[in-house]
């Protein structure tokens, strides 16, 4: 069974710094995209990038563009989410998901139990 671990949220001043990781036993993670939502208090889980088993990543939230970078190491069955300027809109709870195919197609199969993002002064 793939298990998903995310680590390295926590609490940031605006203009800082995070770097998410997203670790995972049970299975190799290699033969398929793997995505980063975010979910701020009171609304919808958002898609924020993914990336696809051969390494192209995709940005779907406007706002992380140009500050956000997705990237993944096969040999560590990790995928990171390197975030920088962030805002206080980037507050939330960020999760990683499996998804079904090599490409990023947006069907998540496995989902990570999240890490709390606090971007505060």
């Known amino acids: 069974q793939l298990q998903l671990v995310e680590s390295g949220g926590g609490l940031v001043q605006p203009g800082g710094s995070l770097r998410l990781s997203c670790a995972a036993s049970?299975?190799?993670?290699?033969?398929?995209?793997i995505a980063w939502f975010r979910q701020a208090p009171g609304t919808e889980r958002e898609r924020v990038l993914c990336?696809?088993?051969?390494?192209?990543?995709?940005t779907y939230s406007d706002s992380v563009k140009g500050r956000f970078a997705i990237s993944r190491d096969n040999a560590k069955n990790t995928v990171n989410l390197q975030m920088n300027s962030l805002t206080p809109e980037d507050t939330g709870v960020y999760y990683c998901?499996?998804?079904?195919?090599?490409?990023?197609?947006?069907?998540?199969?496995?989902w990570g139990r999240g890490t709390q993002v606090t971007v505060s002064s």
């Open positions: 998901a499996v998804e079904k195919y090599y490409y990023c197609s947006g069907y998540v199969t496995y």
């Open positions: 990336i696809s088993s051969g390494g192209r990543s995709t």
């Open positions: 049970g299975s190799p993670l290699e033969d398929f995209a």
